[in-house]
């Protein structure tokens, strides 16, 4: 459960997000909204990546100000560009950096990554240059990276943005298989199939929260 | 992963990292302490035999003793005027003995066994909180990131020619400088993310 | 694109990506071949203007860390000097003494630019000139003993000097257009959303 209690977030003199009231105990969430609505801030808060200037979080129980290290093991984090993610030279080494805390030795937590990057069909990718992956094969490889550790929540900002089309329904369809409880950033809707509930922000404030479909009619009226 | 390391099973290969980094900083220290050509010629028919106990395959070894040859042929004549036959023996024997010595080093020893050898010798270290495995993340770390910004900088470098700009040095390194910092700023975003702020 | 907040990510892991990054920037200026000076229309090698750049944009503490990291990956082998150098070779070489220098080098022009309430091109100008000349000081000495001459090693450094010039107002050009881009580089990592 994620609950977020009259949350504010300023960068300098702009109001990023004001009073944000949520409490999502729903095991797929979407927030939708415009460039610049304030969406990825609310987001990051989730994984502790920026802290609310006002108000407070509550990821299962966890506050990202106070126990940021806990909070970054139970919250996953997919970023929109995986180049940015992805930060060791091989597939296999990048999964297996998620692992060096866990106290595994080195060749367990190889054994370990490659596990995994077959479970999420990158099977036999290992060794590969991660650099050299498709556009496809890295966002697979950075959503690994994050699984490997098993976290409770996923958050996913706007991570079909680069993927072509038939890789965006991969990914889609994948993060729907997930026993993870997710909250995905977009503004592409054709990702909110079978989502439980969709959180409109615009200019910093939840304008709608509903179910998705009329949630979304409210979202497409927005931008008209 | 790319290095100019040459794979091999010979004594001065099995040789452990740190005895072989001891012995080139002894013989650095005698190429540049010795002033006498005789001495230094010796130092350096050691060193030659270093390499045939390698058994340094011919096509490494000419590669590395054609570019030496330019430079000591080079450096001779530039020191041949300035200071005197002598000494500009004296220059060329030091300046071939220390160079064939360190490249000795370097092609018998993988990087791998040298982020080891730094990260075994780092353990003492560890309770002034030195994280000894860190050495081969910042390895790892560095070459991802030498692959991104490679990337980057041939975008940059297309983008400047597009707009004619090719033989501008800011129209290249500004927008190359700018998205090497964003490229830094997310990626501290995602290393945050993966815990590794969290001590 | 996304609309990515300013982080305010904790400081390490974000200090530990721009050193990184730099380490990898510096390498990248010496890997990249045929980078177009002026119009001579003979590319020129700008690697030693890398040390200049990170302790002008990063500032003393980052910049120097990101050289010393650069140096310690070049010395345990990997290829990351201009022409594919890599290995001890080119640090006990007569030239390793500016090699030594770029710490140095990245350290002053940090300091410097870092006085500075919001570094513009004198100021700029005046931290990488001085961060060259330190970069001098101990790479003509080394110079030296190698030749055991150290007015000839001076003599010989000449040669560079024009270049080294040309790198040194380079560098500091660039550098202000980048602070001008994005503001509060050198005072923390990721402020760029202000």
């Not at chain 1, 930060?87 to 596990?115: C, H, I, N, Q, Y």
């Not at chain 2, 290095?3 to 002894?26: D, I, N, Q």
């Not at chain 2, 071939?96 to 092609?107: E, M, Q, S, W, Y």
């Not at chain 2, 018998?108 to 495995?133: M, Y």
Request: charged residues 20%.
């Amino acid at each position: 459960m994620i609950e977020f209690s009259r949350v504010g977030h300023r960068f300098g003199d702009r109001v990023v997000l004001s009073d944000v009231e949520l409490t999502l105990p729903e095991r797929r969430v979407a927030f939708v909204g415009a460039n610049g609505s304030g969406k990825s801030t609310l987001a990051r808060m989730i994984n502790g990546l920026v802290l609310p200037d006002d108000g407070k979080v509550l990821v299962d129980g966890l506050d990202p100000a106070k126990d940021g290290r806990k909070v970054r093991k139970h919250v996953g984090f997919v970023f929109t560009n995986p180049d940015s993610q992805i930060v060791m030279p091989t597939a296999g080494e990048d999964v297996a950096f998620s692992l060096r805390g866990s106290g595994l030795s080195k060749a367990e937590r190889a054994r370990r990554a490659a596990e995994v990057l077959a479970e999420y069909g990158l099977d036999g990718y290992a060794e590969h240059p991660a650099h050299q992956l498709s556009g496809g094969q890295k966002q697979l490889l950075a959503l690994c990276a994050m699984l490997v550790l098993d976290p409770a929540v996923l958050v996913c900002d706007e991570p079909t943005t680069l993927l072509d089309l038939r890789n965006k329904r991969r990914f889609a369809e994948l993060l729907g298989t997930l026993r993870q409880q997710v909250v995905l950033v977009t503004h592409d809707l054709d990702l909110l199939d079978g989502f439980d509930r969709v959180v409109v922000l615009d200019g910093g404030r939840v304008v709608a929260d509903d179910e998705p479909e009329p949630a979304l009619r409210y979202y497409r009226k927005l931008a008209e | 992963m790319i290095s100019a390391h040459e794979p091999g099973t010979s004594v001065v290969h099995r040789a452990p990292v740190g005895a072989k980094l001891l012995a080139l900083f002894a013989l650095a220290a005698a190429v540049f302490v010795l002033g006498s050509p005789l001495w230094l010629g010796v130092l350096c028919g050691v060193v030659l035999l270093g390499y045939a106990l390698a058994r340094i395959p011919a096509r490494r070894w000419l590669r590395t003793a054609r570019a030496l040859l330019i430079l000591a042929v080079f450096v001779f004549a530039l020191q041949w005027w300035l200071l005197g036959a002598q000494a500009a023996l004296v220059v060329c024997l030091r300046l071939v003995t220390a160079l064939a010595a360190a490249n000795l080093v370097t092609l018998t020893t993988p990087v791998d066994d040298v982020v080891s050898a730094v990260e075994r010798w780092a353990r003492p270290l560890r309770r002034f909180g030195v994280r000894p495995e860190s050495v081969g993340l910042l390895v790892g770390l560095t070459m991802q990131a030498v692959a991104t910004l490679s990337g980057i900088a041939r975008e940059v470098r297309e983008a400047a020619k597009a707009r004619g700009a090719e033989r501008s040095v800011t129209a290249f390194a500004v927008p190359f400088l700018v998205r090497t910092l964003r490229h830094a700023d997310e990626l501290g975003e995602a290393l945050a993310a993966r815990g590794a702020g969290d001590r | 694109m996304p609309d990515v907040p300013a982080p305010r990510v904790s400081l390490p892991a974000a200090d530990l990506a721009r050193t990184v990054v730099f380490a990898a920037f510096i390498a990248v200026l010496g890997i990249f071949p045929g980078i177009y000076l002026g119009g001579s229309g003979v590319p020129i090698v700008i690697q030693n203007a890398g040390p200049l750049l990170a302790g002008a944009i990063l500032g003393a503490r980052r910049g120097t860390a990101s050289v010393v990291l650069l140096l310690a990956l070049v010395a345990i082998g990997l290829p990351l000097l201009s022409g594919g150098r890599g290995g001890l070779a080119p640090f006990v070489g007569p030239s390793g003494g500016f090699l030594f220098g770029w710490i140095a080098s990245a350290l002053v022009t940090g300091l410097i630019v870092q006085r500075a309430e919001r570094p513009g091109l004198p100021v700029l100008l005046m931290a990488t000139t001085a961060g060259l000349a330190v970069d001098y000081a101990i790479g003509i000495p080394f110079l030296g003993a190698y030749t055991g001459d150290l007015g000839a090693a001076a003599v010989q450094s000449l040669v560079f000097l024009p270049g080294d010039a040309g790198k040194v107002v380079a560098a500091a050009v660039i550098a202000a257009v980048v602070h001008r881009a994005l503001p509060g580089t050198l005072a923390r990592p990721a402020v760029h959303g202000e």
